[in-house]
């Protein structure tokens, strides 16, 4: 698609985990991810360490914090240019 196309992307994998997907990126298998509907921070906060220490980015729009109430849609990727890019398109 277009989208795809001016992010660079060649391909599209839609996985069931978010958690597992974070971790695919932090271990260099994915260059990003994102999740088209909101997900609880506390479903993803190991993962966003696991990202985030192997020197990816992590952003959450809906904030950073730890908050055992919030939901926020979440993007993870090598880097933070990739990251703010998708926070532009999706």
Same mark, same amino acid.
């Given at each position: 698609?277009?989208? /795809?196309? +001016?992010?660079?992307?060649? $391909? ?5 985990? !978010? #958690? &597992?997907?974070?971790?695919? *990126?932090?271990?260099?298998? /994915?260059? +990003?991810?994102?999740?088209? $509907? ?5 479903? !993803? #906060? &190991?993962?966003?360490?696991? *990202? ?39």
């Amino acid at each position: 698609s277009e989208v /795809l196309g +001016a992010l660079g992307a060649r $391909r599209l994998r839609a996985l069931g985990s !978010v #958690a &597992a997907s974070m971790c695919l *990126v932090a271990g260099g298998r /994915l260059d +990003a991810m994102l999740t088209l $509907r909101e997900v609880r921070s506390v479903d !993803v #906060a &190991a993962a966003q360490l696991i *990202v985030r220490e192997a020197g990816g980015t992590v952003a959450l729009p809906g904030g950073d914090a730890l908050d055992l109430q919030m939901r926020s849609r979440t993007f993870a990727a090598r880097s933070p240019e990739l990251v703010e890019r998708l926070r532009e398109r999706f």
